[in-house]
């Protein structure tokens, strides 16, 4: 390990400043409207916040808790800022911003709970009602996910002409990740009434501030994004208030956003896993910044107007240390999380695998050889019907056969169009979100006209970015709208695959069913349309694999209708991928009427006796064409639901025809056709009667044009493989 240690660099001081280092009021100074007990409640939060954080640290040195991240030095900046909010306002923040929760009255007792490991749900049972009025986010671990959900909460508030505020905390080091960059600018791009603290400790981890950028401060940055901005001393908490207050007093009022660059320093390790020793030189700077602490320059301001005295400090002192005890006892009351409850609050409802797992842990638990179902039918699943939230969906599917159903004939491109307008006459709630939705109604038209009917604020032309686009839609999400975010291919999604995992899969769960996000990702894939690179990608696998979010793929006009209407009424969110190889290649008949359809259940598109297809999207209709070649009875299940699957009806399908073979477009290897085929070896392999085979992409990047049909799967290579394992023989 290298010897070299960083040589620090002392920010510069042109920064709002009230009070000296040492604590008195500086000449001229314009002391906030606060009253003395406003004033010494500061204080004694700043105190408390210490003592609960030594208080944790010596829980996690004991093996009472896991990693704790303090405010050592640095609690006047959260302080400071959050109690400028108002009732109702949100904070997003991270895990360095406990003097914010304890100003709003979150207890110590869920504070401490946050490090010692339980289930969100286990914390909720065993902690006395509490209610804090300003909302709190989950603490967010990846940094800068949470300024872009900020961005969003607030650009809902401002849609709805709310004067809610939404203030998000970061760190010098969250500045340089793209989320930070796509949440000031969808905020500065929309007017979003929020306010993005910067807690400027100077360092990330072991990386000094001159590591994350060549600016001669991070408040600079907003600029860019044609924000204001504001520097404070962020020791001062006097000043940060005065500073906070001005933003959010601005974002109230219709102003837009701020940047407020708070600067302290990280007196302590980054947390209980770092040793900061080894890349830092403590004697640099440190001596000067513990000169200004921010509990004692206050202390002394507080002497100075005989607010406090040491009387006064000891009896805070000695109630904050009764206050720690009192919440220490009642983590410890909290009992371990039932192993269980790892299957909480996924999605809404509960499908096959989530009970056939359950069941199978159930036996674990209990000492008994969990793999021992080879049908599916072996182990008692039922049990856990109802144990969740419902899915609770008005299901009604309208049939276009029917004499009195009115029907016109529709692509599928004309199915979305047309749900979109039902949904957004049917709910204000619901915006739709992307780039190029708006006047030229997308690059496939799937929105056209929707801009001219309902307007700029439900239908949001966005900055070009894929993680801004479902960054800001998850805020949305979580402040009760209903966004459809569009991403204009699938092969775009990538940059927004953090936002995808950190938040949009996980939200439900990490915050105990608390915050659900009924938002529905809409996603044209796959090639057939001689495009460029990257617009054909088929690479379904990667949402799939992700718990806490339904995958779902029409094949028709009629399925995409009903679907579409049911993904966005769930509460879940919804990955709704479009085979865009039929957007436009056959009409049928569309029931006009409103309609839904079911989230969880395949469709036997035709019956037969010899053997199952199983395939989705594009892919259905060379499959019907693959079975009206071959010499056999085929049976074809359009899966529809990608995840979860409808097992129940794969399964019988198998086990009927003794025959399997999957048709999808994705490449071979881990795409779902292998989960398929474990799935049916595990539970149909005494009706086999041949191995399962995959007709499929190969596993290669998708060529270019002139060679994609040869790429593509389609009925001729569906054929082949029906036709081999018919031939098969034991």
């Excluded at 909720?124 to 900020?150: C, I, K, M, Q, R």
């Excluded at 966005?462 to 204009?488: F, H, K, Y």
């Amino acid at each position: 390990m290298s010897e070299e240690k960083w040589s620090e660099r002392d920010p510069p001081r042109d920064f709002r400043q009230l009070l000296d280092d040492e604590g008195h009021l500086l000449d001229g100074a314009d002391v906030p409207s606060l009253g003395d007990d406003e004033l010494v409640e500061f204080y004694r939060t700043m105190v408390a916040t210490r003592q609960l954080e030594d208080t944790m640290l010596n829980m996690q040195r004991s093996g009472e808790a896991s990693l704790v991240a303090r405010e050592l030095g640095e609690e006047a900046t959260p302080l400071g800022a959050a109690a400028a909010l108002d009732e109702d306002d949100w904070v997003f923040y991270t895990y360095r911003q406990n003097a914010a929760l304890l100003h709003w009255d979150v207890p110590m007792a869920k504070i401490i709970l946050g490090t010692t490991g339980q289930e969100p749900e286990t914390i909720a049972e065993g902690l006395d009602d509490w209610d804090s009025s300003v909302n709190f986010s989950p603490d967010y671990t990846p940094v800068a996910v949470n300024v872009t959900n900020a961005a969003g909460s607030a650009m809902t508030d401002r849609f709805r002409d709310r004067d809610t505020v939404s203030m998000v905390f970061i760190g010098d080091g969250s500045t340089s990740e793209g989320s930070f960059h796509d949440g000031m600018n969808f905020a500065g791009v929309f007017d979003a009434p929020v306010v993005v603290v910067v807690q400027n400790n100077q360092w990330a981890i072991s990386e000094p501030s001159q590591r994350q950028t060549a600016a001669e401060t991070f408040a600079k940055k907003a600029e860019a994004y044609g924000v204001p901005h504001e520097r404070v001393d962020g020791n001062d908490v006097l000043a940060v208030y005065d500073a906070a207050s001005e933003a959010v007093e601005r974002a109230r009022e219709g102003g837009g956003p701020t940047l407020v660059e708070c600067v302290t320093y990280r007196m302590g390790n980054h947390n209980t896993s770092d040793n900061a020793d080894l890349y830092r030189d403590e004697a640099e700077l440190k001596e000067e910044w513990e000169e200004r602490d921010p509990i004692d320059r206050f202390s002394t301001y507080l002497g100075n107007r005989n607010l406090l005295d040491d009387d006064r400090r000891e009896e805070i002192r000695n109630e904050v240390d009764a206050e720690v005890d009192d919440a220490v006892e009642t983590a410890r009351s909290v009992p371990d999380t039932d192993p269980m409850r790892m299957f909480d609050h996924h999605l809404h409802g509960t499908s096959w695998r989530e009970a056939h797992q359950r069941t199978e842990f159930q036996r674990e638990q209990e000492g008994e050889n969990p793999f021992t179902d080879f049908t599916g039918e072996a182990f008692d699943t039922e049990q856990w019907e109802g144990h969740g939230p419902d899915l609770d969906i008005d299901i009604a599917p309208l049939d276009p056969g029917e004499d009195d159903v009115e029907t016109e004939d529709w692509n599928i491109v004309t199915a979305v169009n047309h749900t979109l307008r039902q949904e957004m006459s049917r709910d204000d709630t619901m915006r739709i979100l992307g780039y190029d939705i708006g006047p030229i109604g997308g690059v496939f038209r799937a929105t056209e006209g929707l801009l001219d009917e309902f307007g700029p604020d439900r239908v949001i032309d966005t900055p070009l970015s894929e993680n801004g686009i479902v960054g800001t839609a998850v805020g949305m999400a979580m402040r009760d709208d209903r966004p459809v975010p569009e991403i204009q291919f699938m092969g775009f999604s990538y940059p927004a695959f953090g936002q995808f995992m950190y938040a949009v899969a996980k939200m439900y769960e990490r915050t105990g069913g608390d915050i659900e996000l009924p938002m529905t990702i809409r996603m044209p894939y796959g090639g057939g349309i001689k495009a460029l690179e990257y617009h054909q990608e088929s690479t379904e696998t990667f949402e799939i694999h992700a718990p806490g979010v339904r995958v779902l793929c029409p094949s028709t006009p009629y399925q995409t209708k009903g679907l579409l209407a049911s993904s966005i009424r769930c509460d879940d969110p919804v990955v709704f991928m479009e085979p865009k190889r039929i957007y436009r290649g056959f009409d049928e008949p569309v029931p006009t009427d409103e309609y839904t359809l079911p989230l969880d259940e395949a469709r036997t598109v035709r019956e037969g006796e010899d053997v199952t297809v199983l395939t989705w999207g594009a892919m259905v209709r060379h499959a019907e064409s693959a079975a009206d070649e071959v010499d056999a009875d085929v049976e074809v299940i359009d899966l529809v639901s990608l995840s979860p699957l409808d097992v129940e009806t794969i399964l019988a399908s198998v086990k009927k025809t003794g025959r399997c073979v999957v048709v999808h477009e994705a490449r071979r290897t881990l795409g779902l056709g292998a989960e398929l085929s474990a799935l049916v070896n595990e539970y149909a392999i005494d009706r086999l009667k041949a191995p399962v085979k995959r007709a499929t992409g190969y596993d290669v990047h998708f060529p270019n044009n002139d060679i994609e049909d040869d790429y593509l799967t389609d009925a001729e290579r569906a054929k082949y493989a029906i036709e081999a394992v018919m031939s098969y023989e034991y």
